[in-house]
């Protein structure tokens, strides 16, 4: 699809999420995190040392802080509200010419499902936008896009790979042929001359204020 997903916290190993999911269990049970010695023996690991390395890793990564001098001074992100998602953002596309865009995990965007629609099992991700070209569709530079991974239809926003570059526009029909339209008429139609792939449907659009992007 054009967009690589990783996790929240980006690429943890296996062994990792297993231990980060290990410590978020633990703690909804017990009301506290475990102790290095709690983490060892779950683990099976050969001394509490293995455990503290694995806990680095994750603090490293952002997924975890711990208090210094603290005996369990695991500190794990808060659960979040219910209807409540962390969306990443991965880099931004253009809104304009297609072009080539490096991908990279840009942190998250928190979105309510609910008021939204979307399906909690939705595949959903975002992109900051570069551009001008989808002013008419109320969507400037600087704003980010939340997109989910399904078929398109007529009208609807899309972050699309065409001929090999990606570009966000709007995804039309004629004689039954697809293809995108910018909603400046700065900007001309873009017409497949050899594929078309859909990436993503926008389906939310966030906006920061002017003085945070600065």
């Known amino acids: 699809?054009?967009?690589?997903?990783?996790?929240?916290?980006?690429?943890?190993?296996?062994?990792?999420?297993?231990?980060?999911?290990?410590?978020?269990?633990?703690?909804?049970?017990?009301?506290?995190?475990?102790?290095?010695?709690?983490?060892?023996?779950?683990?099976?690991?050969?001394?509490?040392?293995?455990?503290?390395?694995?806990?680095?890793?994750?603090?490293?990564?952002?997924?975890?802080?711990?208090?210094?001098?603290?005996?369990?001074?695991?500190?794990?992100?808060?659960?979040?509200?219910?209807?409540?998602?962390?969306?990443?953002?991965?880099?931004?596309?253009?809104?304009?010419?297609?072009?080539?865009?490096?991908?990279?995990?840009?942190g998250c965007v928190r979105v309510d499902l609910d008021s939204l629609g979307i399906p909690k099992n939705a595949r959903t991700f975002a992109l900051r936008v570069r551009g001008d070209s989808m002013v008419g569709a109320h969507i400037v530079d600087g704003d980010i896009v939340v997109l989910e991974f399904k078929p398109p239809s007529h009208g609807r926003v899309v972050a699309a790979l065409i001929d090999g570059e990606s570009t966000l526009k709007t995804f039309l029909l004629r004689g039954g042929k697809p293809y995108l339209r910018a909603e400046n008429p700065n900007y001309p139609d873009l017409i497949p001359a050899r594929e078309l792939v859909i990436q993503g449907v926008m389906v939310a659009l966030l906006r920061q204020a002017e003085f945070s992007r600065r």
């Open 1 to 106: 699809m054009g967009v690589q997903m990783d996790t929240m916290f980006g690429k943890l190993t296996a062994k990792q999420q297993a231990v980060l999911r290990f410590l978020e269990n633990f703690r909804e049970g017990a009301g506290v995190p475990p102790s290095l010695r709690e983490i060892q023996g779950h683990f099976g690991f050969a001394s509490p040392n293995a455990a503290a390395k694995h806990l680095a890793a994750l603090e490293r990564k952002g997924a975890l802080k711990r208090a210094a001098g603290r005996a369990r001074g695991l500190q794990l992100p808060e659960p979040l509200p219910r209807g409540i998602a962390e969306v990443p953002v991965f880099g931004t596309i253009p809104a304009g010419g297609p072009s080539l865009e490096s991908e990279g995990r840009d």
